[in-house]
């Protein structure tokens, strides 16, 4: 599935020249209605880039008509120039689809600190417009890959309605609000309020917990749109539901393919007083570079775990803390528990699970591991 | 200089057949007085080990006769087990010593998650106290190393007094209070409470700010002892200045020997509202993995460290912003300042400066870079 199953969606990826590769690098998806219902979240980091400064405006009405999407280059940190370019890329996409620049989202990828060469851009919107299709989807979301190996779609079909997804992102992946591009499409009937909280309530529990490399973007959008062209009106918490299916496949797609990791780590905190400190435990976790080094060694290093848990102000006693590591339980009661000889850590999948004996709380963080692939990609190319 | 450079001291370092390497690993500080005053900072990591345990209820009264560390395990998670053995090898340490076990500091390192093999342990200790020695303060800084590739020590000479110091340390090296074992001596005239004043002081500022994988230890101990054996009483501002200066010493030979690092890095932030601003901000870069793979790289990315800074809550305006790196403002003003090709990152010391424009406060943190010999490190060798 994807961006373009749901009805009154349209897409396109192309090549605008502004990778050396010559891959594609710009995207559009235009909401065809009858309905133009949206809702974004947007990173967090004061550091934002031109586009998110623009799109957050765009969005402010609940009115998105088109997105407008480039890799090769992510106009951040690029002051008042970088503003008009994106301002100009809004401008040239409501000239060429007849609609408003204030009902176009504009979203940027790649090298921070350098400015996008117009003269591409300007040209790639036009062909990106020409090439829109009713199966787009696919071309869309190759076209807004950077280091991404694979292109990342995913789907939730309802009764009567259906939600389409895509997303980019690599690296710099952790949670700002998000850390990445993701387009989101439905043609079900939702009032923009409601694809609001729905949106809010499934990145809080999927992007929101994806920590690949502890590196907040200055440019993460996820942005959904409504057609209402199935005449569908689910329930809020139906269409809740759905929503969170797609953005906690998307989210794991990304931790899949992410920048040199070789196991996908699922780092869950169980028995915590609060929801807020079992998220706070998986993370500190998650961000301990000797844990992520120990486990791309397939080492079975529960101490790491704990001097991590340590460094958390949640709520627990060190001698009541269990972990379990791929369901053998290595520490218990703060101790030794079961030798570390009896952990598998030989596969992609490690599911970690850090009792703090606190109370009914849970939640997981999903990240990877620390690997020299991350550390050749991450000082060998700019990004 | 050394630990046995202060008169009243004597040390000795050993091998007791803790470590597969049969290199040595058991080490001991006496002070031979006439004072035995002494000051101690420890990790502040929740999950403490045994012998910090142990060592903060030793500190409490001020007094301490003898320090005795051993490297080859941590007893850290190792529960009643683990402080019995560290009571055990106070007690022996004083058996051997003719004091109170009371007055025994004990400090570990090493791999979390393992008891210690005391039947090599309290022979260690004997064998310790046998070959103590007034010239001792070398073996000593020798036998305290786990991956250090070097041992550290340093000194400073005052009118009539001189400080010796010692550390251990080359991973999980993020301040707690600190993050490694440190001996420190003096042979200089100062009470308890001053001892603790100009230790806490000269902390703050140099163990405290040295953050190379941001990864906090459960064992964590800096002890100070005077003796007072050289009858002389510096004023406390002075004795703090020459504390200092040994402990910047030690934590700079920490960073230029972290595992796998190839640049020392300076991260300053100026021209911030407050000093825990500066320091928030600095920290958030040394933490950033993209930050340090690029340095690893010799690429001058300074769009790393905006998306570092902008994670923080720390008072300033993102167009206000202008980064440095090895002189050159790369960033001004928020956006693209002179060329990156202009940034000489051959050498391996790294001066990153981050103007906040906020006001009038600064603060360093030191750092490494994210290197391929950082992850070999960490993923084949348990620690």
Chains 1, 2 share one sequence.
């Not at 994807?2 to 710009?26: C, E, H, N, Y």
């Not at 590196?215 to 749109?225: P, R």
């Amino acid at each position: 599935m994807s961006v373009t199953t749901p009805k009154g969606f349209r897409a396109a990826g192309i090549t605008a020249g502004l990778k050396a590769s010559g891959k594609p690098d710009m995207a559009l998806v235009v909401n065809d209605g009858p309905a133009k219902a949206a809702a974004a979240v947007f990173t967090s980091n004061r550091v934002a880039a031109a586009p998110v400064l623009w799109s957050r405006q765009v969005v402010s009405d609940t009115r998105v008509d088109a997105v407008i999407l480039n890799s090769g280059g992510a106009n951040a940190c690029t002051g008042a120039e970088g503003f008009q370019n994106t301002h100009a890329t809004a401008e040239k996409t409501a000239e060429v689809l007849g609609i408003s620049a204030g009902d176009v989202v504009v979203c940027s990828t790649g090298l921070i600190g350098e400015q996008l060469p117009m003269d591409k851009i300007l040209p790639g919107v036009e062909a990106a417009a020409a090439a829109l299709a009713g199966d787009g989807g696919a071309a869309a979301a190759s076209a807004i890959m950077t280091t991404d190996t694979v292109s990342k779609q995913a789907g939730f079909s309802g009764p009567g309605y259906s939600i389409g997804g895509m997303a980019k992102g690599a690296g710099m992946l952790a949670p700002g609000l998000a850390t990445m591009l993701v387009v989101i499409t439905t043609d079900a009937e939702v009032e923009p309020a409601a694809l609001d909280s729905a949106l809010r309530e499934a990145t809080r529990v999927t992007f929101d917990r994806t920590d690949s490399d502890g590196c907040m973007s200055t440019n993460d959008t996820v942005v959904l749109m409504s057609s209402a062209a199935s005449g569908t009106a689910p329930g809020l918490a139906e269409f809740t539901a759905g929503l969170t299916q797609v953005c906690a496949d998307l989210a794991r797609q990304l931790i899949t393919d992410a920048e040199g990791a070789s196991h996908d780590i699922a780092i869950t905190t169980v028995n915590a007083a609060t929801e807020s400190d079992a998220e706070t435990v998986s993370r500190a976790v998650a961000r301990s570079n000797l844990f992520k080094t120990a486990i791309f060694g397939n080492d079975p290093n529960w101490g790491r775990v704990l001097s991590a848990v340590g460094t958390t102000d949640a709520a627990f006693e060190p001698g009541q803390l269990n972990v379990s590591m791929n369901g053998v339980q290595v520490c218990r009661n703060g101790g030794v528990g079961e030798p570390r000889s009896l952990v598998d850590l030989s596969g992609r999948e490690v599911e970690v699970v850090i009792d703090l004996n606190a109370g009914g709380e849970t939640a997981t963080i999903w990240t990877n591991d620390l690997t020299h692939d991350y550390v050749e990609e991450n000082s060998a190319y700019s990004s």
